[in-house]
């Protein structure tokens, strides 16, 4: 395991424990307030970060014996958002997802995927390399590593959307950082560079939907 997969664990696990944290202080009207994503209420985000273990399980049984066609998160990234990507496409299907689970899922279940579930059946495939092969239904295949690396960032970005529905403290510093670094690494280097130095025209942000 390297440091730097251990690193995306870690903070994995302690952004989730703040999801957890917050969930169980919110009032009832708390988890039906509206968020900043139009039509997402503050229980449908909490059912889309929160962790299914059964995934965890599934990634162990996709395992395959051959080279990754996308290595790193910003590679996922990139061939979602790209256009006509998934992101784009399936934008509808996974705000219907995020509902039915928020309905068929009471807060405290979706509280304790965070906290307890989640963590367990992470560490419980602790033993797959980072580099390790897995079958992908949209990409054909990707790395370990490169999964919980976009789950990290869909973690910490979709927390700064619950602060801004309901309040409480920034995502860990770490975290923040992490996601910012994946965010840059997804767009063009040169046009980034360029318009972060004020120096480019060409449109770079969002590098996500």
Same mark, same amino acid.
């Given at each position: ?5 251990? $690193? ?5 696990v ?7 944290e917050?969930?169980?202080?919110l ?7 509206s968020t ?5 209420t503050?229980r449908?985000?909490?059912a ?10 599934g ?23 790209r256009?006509?990507g ?28 965070l ?5 367990? @059946?992470?560490?419980g ?15 054909g ?9 976009v789950?990290?960032?869909? @973690?910490?970005v979709h927390?700064l ?6 309040g409480?403290? $920034?995502? @860990?510093?770490e ?7 994946l965010?840059?690494?997804v767009?063009d280097p040169?046009?980034?560079i360029? @318009?972060?130095t004020?120096?480019?025209t ?5 590098v996500?939907?």
């Amino acid at each position: 395991m390297d440091s730097q997969n251990d $690193q995306v664990r870690a903070l994995l696990v302690e952004v989730w424990a703040s999801w957890a944290e917050r969930g169980a202080a919110l009032t009832a009207e708390d988890w039906e307030r509206s968020t900043r994503l139009p039509g997402w209420t503050v229980r449908e985000l909490f059912a889309h970060v929160a962790p299914v273990p059964e995934m965890f399980a599934g990634l162990r049984a996709a395992v395959l014996d051959a080279p990754a066609e996308v290595v790193d998160g910003a590679g996922i990234l990139r061939a979602y958002n790209r256009p006509g990507g998934i992101a784009h496409t399936a934008a509808e299907q996974v705000a219907e997802a995020a509902k039915q689970t928020a309905e068929a899922a009471e807060p405290a279940v979706l509280i304790a995927r965070l906290g307890v579930e989640g963590p367990a @059946a992470l560490e419980g495939i602790a033993d797959l390399s980072p580099g390790a092969t897995v079958a992908h239904p949209l990409l054909g295949s990707v790395t370990v590593g490169a999964l919980g690396e976009v789950a990290l960032m869909e @973690a910490t970005v979709h927390l700064l959307d619950l602060v801004a529905a309901v309040g409480g403290p $920034q995502p @860990a510093e770490e975290a923040l950082d992490f996601t910012r670094a994946l965010l840059a690494r997804v767009a063009d280097p040169v046009a980034f560079i360029e @318009a972060a130095t004020g120096r480019g025209t060409r449109a770079v942000l969002p590098v996500v939907r």
